[in-house]
C-alpha cells in the first residue's frame, strides 16, 4: 500500500507543480476491488480518486491547435512528415543530422482539427520510444530506402525518392543525389536503431548518439513552443515519398 501510495503521489507532483519540467512517462493501471474476508475493500479506491481526478484533468489540458486533421498513410500523409520534421529539427541541435525516419506503424492516431490536448498526443506516440542519431554509410541508406519502398512508404524528413515497382529511384539527401560511400546523420527511434519494423539497414550503424528524449515529449514541447508564439500545428505534403 505504501509504495502505491507514494508512486501516485509521484504522479500526482510531476503534474502539478507549475514549475517542473513536463513528465510524461504515465502508466494505466486498471484497478479492481479487492475482497478481504468476503468484503470489498474501497478505501483503495476511495484514496487514489483524487489523484485520478487530477490526471484526468492533465490529460484533457489544451496544448495547443492544428490547422487541420492530419493522418497516417503511405508513401507519405501530413502526421508523417510533420513527427520527422520535427525529430530532424530537434535532432540538429543535438548534432548536424541529414535525414529523419519514422514508421508509420510507431502513430496509431490522427491529428484532429482544433484543439490538442496532452492525451491527444499519447494516444498518437503511445511508445516510450527516444530519439537517436544514427551514421550511416551511403550504402546503407540505399538499402533503406529499398526497404522502405517495398512497404509502400514511411515517415521521413529531409530525403527524398520515388518507388518504382517496389524498389527505391531517385533519392537525394537535402536535394542532393544519395552517396553511397558518403556517411550520413540519421535521426529515428531507438526501437527502429535495432532493425526492426522491416527496417533492418538502420542497424548497420557506425555510431549511435542517444538523446536520452522521448519521441512524445519532444513533440509535446514542439505543440506548446507554436502554442506560446500563437501558431497553428501545419502541415504539407510535398512528393518526398511518392509511386511512380
Known amino acids: 500500500m505504501k509504495k502505491i501510495s507514494f508512486f501516485f503521489s509521484v504522479l500526482f507532483l510531476l503534474f502539478s507543480c507549475r514549475n517542473a519540467e513536463l513528465s510524461t512517462n504515465v502508466e494505466l493501471i486498471r484497478i479492481k476491488p479487492l475482497l478481504e474476508n468476503g468484503t470489498k475493500v474501497t478505501e483503495m479506491i476511495d484514496y487514489l480518486s483524487p489523484f485520478q481526478e487530477k ?23 501530413l502526421l508523417s512528415n510533420l513527427i520527422c520534421e520535427v525529430l530532424l529539427q530537434e535532432a540538429n541541435s543535438f548534432r548536424e543530422t541529414d535525414f529523419a525516419v519514422y514508421n508509420m506503424g510507431g502513430i496509431r492516431k490522427f491529428l484532429p482539427q482544433g484543439e490538442i490536448s496532452l492525451r491527444t498526443i499519447y494516444e498518437i506516440l ?101 502554442n506560446s508564439r500563437g501558431e497553428y500545428i501545419v502541415s504539407k505534403l510535398d512528393r518526398r515519398i511518392y509511386e511512380k
Open 55 to 77: 490526471l484526468s484533468e492533465q490529460m484533457e489540458k489544451r496544448l495547443g491547435f492544428s490547422a487541420t486533421m492530419m493522418s497516417v498513410g503511405r508513401p507519405e500523409s
Open 126 to 226: 503511445p511508445f516510450d520510444n527516444q530519439l537517436v542519431i544514427v551514421q550511416l554509410l551511403g550504402y546503407d541508406v540505399e538499402a533503406l530506402c529499398h526497404s522502405i519502398a517495398k512497404v509502400g512508404g514511411e515517415g521521413v524528413a529531409g530525403i527524398s525518392f520515388c518507388i518504382e515497382n517496389g524498389v527505391a529511384k531517385d533519392i537525394k539527401i537535402q536535394g542532393v543525389p544519395l552517396d553511397i560511400q558518403k556517411v550520413y546523420s540519421v535521426a529515428t527511434n531507438d526501437y527502429l536503431s535495432f532493425g526492426n519494423d522491416k527496417m533492418e539497414p538502420l542497424a548497420n550503424y557506425s555510431n549511435i548518439v542517444y538523446s536520452n528524449l522521448q519521441i512524445r515529449d519532444i513533440f509535446i514541447r514542439y505543440v506548446v513552443d507554436l
